[in-house]
């Protein structure tokens, strides 16, 4: 059973960058779709972004043009580029691979 660990989460100014990574302890090559969902407080778990083995990628809109998505099948990991980041992107990132296995999330505060 493949588990998820995310990193990068923090403080950061408005249209400041972050990026998180989640490495699985396991190979994610057979690993088709993997996501990144995100929980703000008070707020039902979301859909971020999804990424295919053949790396395709999808958004949700409220974060298409900021946020980018991308594998590295070799070191197992999974990454989530944020930038010009707004204080609505506060939340608890989650990575998920095929839309079973969860990590434990990383907190994302952008401050005003």
């Known amino acids: 059973q493949v588990q998820l660990v995310e990193s990068g989460g923090g403080l950061v100014q408005a249209e400041g960058s972050l990026r998180l990574s989640c490495v699985a302890s396991g190979s994610i090559f057979p690993i088709n779709l993997m996501y990144w969902y995100r929980q703000a407080p008070g707020k039902a778990r979301e859909f971020v972004a999804v990424i295919t083995g053949s790396g395709s990628t999808n958004y949700a809109d409220s974060v298409k043009g900021r946020f980018t998505i991308s594998r590295d099948n070799a070191k197992n990991t999974v990454y989530l580029q944020m930038n010009s980041l707004k204080p609505e992107d506060t939340a608890v990132y989650y990575c998920?691979?095929?839309?079973?296995?969860w990590g434990k999330g990383t907190l994302v505060t952008v401050s005003s």
């Open positions: 998920n691979a095929a839309n079973r296995i």
